[in-house]
RNA sequence: AUCGCAGGCCGCCUUAUCGUUUCGAAUUAACUUCGGAAAGGAAAGUCCGGGCAAUACAGAGCAACGUACUUCUUAACAGGAAGGUACUGGCUGUAAAUGUCAGUAACAGAAAGUGCAACAGAAAAUAAACUACCCUGAUAAACUUAUGAUUGUCGGGGAAAAGGUGAAAAGGUGAGGUAAGAGCUCACCGCCCGUACGGUGACGUACAGGGGCAUGGUAAACCUUGCGUAUUGAAAGAUCAAAUAGGUUCUGCUCCCCGCCAGUUGCGGGGACCAAUUGGCUCGAUUGGAAACCCGUUUGUCGGGCAUAGCAGAAUGGGUAGAUCGAUAGACCCUGACGGUGACGUCCGGGCUAGAUAAAUGAUAAGGGUUCCGAACUGGUUUCGGAAAACAGAACCCGGCUUACAGGCCUGCAUUUUUU
RNA sequence: GCCGAUGUAGCUCAGAGGUAGAGUACUUCCUUGGUAAGGAAGGGGUCACGGGUUCAAAUCCCGUCAUUGGCU
């Protein structure tokens, strides 16, 4: 395990982010999901990068503040950095979207253990053979 | 020291580890390394004003919208400064006023017009007569010798003083006057008009001036007057431009039509236009075309006719995804000097201070400071333990306004207490 | 990021300067052997919140808050 914490850096760069209007658009419309309170997550495989790509989002309509909204993406993308290792890069390569579903502010601890969760859960999908 | 009000300022700090965006340098295939920078006073609301961009625009009028004491300030403003007026409160003084300090004001026009005012009340806006008041006619009653006067009832007038209603009742106080009353007359006060003087102006002051008072409220009701406004917003807009499918042009082949030459499969041709633009509307303004060919013909400014297929290749225009610019050095910030009552302006010197794009500015740990709570002690304080730290996150950029805000600091004014 | 709309009884909505209503729901009574339906009576409102204009504001003006629609 601890091998692979050094060959995976905890670095969060541009081009592990999912951007793209029609990448978005293909997620959101072809992509299966699972919750996992207070995320739900969107995966599909991906055709077009060489690393998995993701996006964090929290709706406008749950917090009106932008600062509520800011604190939450980034305790998610935090806890996404430092626990990305324990996703697999072989064979196939994901886009997967997290939304935060809850209508109150989580604290770090749980969103962290939830991540954790649901990166073992898409191994899954990582081992899947694409058609 | 205490507790208020008003104004201004600050908006926890340091270190380490792992990260994010961007700029510069170096090496390179590279996001590899090194160094620098990275949220606010409101970044918020989107309520005003401007820059900037596209479209429109000779000019004028109307509509619509905004705005409203004056002068200044400014790129501009519904912001700000200084002043005027009115109102409220404190102080001085006191019968009131004057004076002074502070605060508040959508503060143009109600003697241009139209409208509105529930309930109550006699009456709610060209004033009006319910009670009460005064004069008077008729009639009845009792009194009186009688004229007469009193009271009641019915009618005709006068009056706007008293009553009560209401948010509001048509100058106030006093005197004269009268049948009773009334600006009917007079004095003082108030009001309107005029003149003079002062002030850039709002306005102020004065008058042996004129007017008996005409002019109630509401314009955040319509409206009138002055002034102002072209519309839409960076998701504006500019440039480059993949794949796919259209458009246009050219070339080749096939098909169709016409003509010519002829020799069997050869050669040539198959074309253009028919008004347009103009802010929300109108006037007005600007710029056009009406041609050519074929056939007929009565030779006219006449009538009729004119089909455009398919495949392949190349070029080209628009343009989607996407990318780049717009977009971060500016009505900028800091210090000082000068001018101005002030807002503000001018000048010298210094500084570079976020720039993302599914959207960076974070997470964890340790230490310190602040406030609060508890315990111990040598009891103004120190030590230990625990807790708390607001409102809130750039998105083209500025100037304001409004709203939110834990805690702290400074200045001014006022309250209470102590000391000198 | 930009531009609109709405907020009135538990619910759905009228009311647009003069003391706030309708339908439905609720309570009580009548009717019935009992229930429903029907009939009669009644209660229930900070007109989202805070200021202002006016004699008077749900209504007009300004500012907040909440809900909601559109532009791409």
Do not use: C, W
């Amino acid at each position: 395990m601890k091998k692979f914490e050094k060959i995976v850096k905890q670095t969060f760069k541009k081009s592990e982010r999912l951007s793209g209007k029609k990448n978005i658009e293909e997620l959101f419309k072809n992509g299966s999901y699972f919750y996992l309170y207070p995320l739900k997550v969107v995966v599909l495989p991906s055709l077009h990068s060489n690393t998995h790509q993701v996006l964090f989002s929290v709706p406008k309509k749950s917090f009106k503040r932008a600062v509520d909204r800011n604190l939450l993406k980034r305790r998610m993308r935090e806890a996404y950095r430092l626990h990305k290792h324990l996703l697999l890069t072989e064979p196939n390569v994901l886009s997967i979207a997290y939304i935060y579903t809850s209508k109150e502010v989580v604290n770090y601890q749980t969103i962290a253990h939830q991540i954790k969760e649901s990166l073992n859960r898409l191994n899954s999908y990582v081992e899947k053979s694409v058609e």
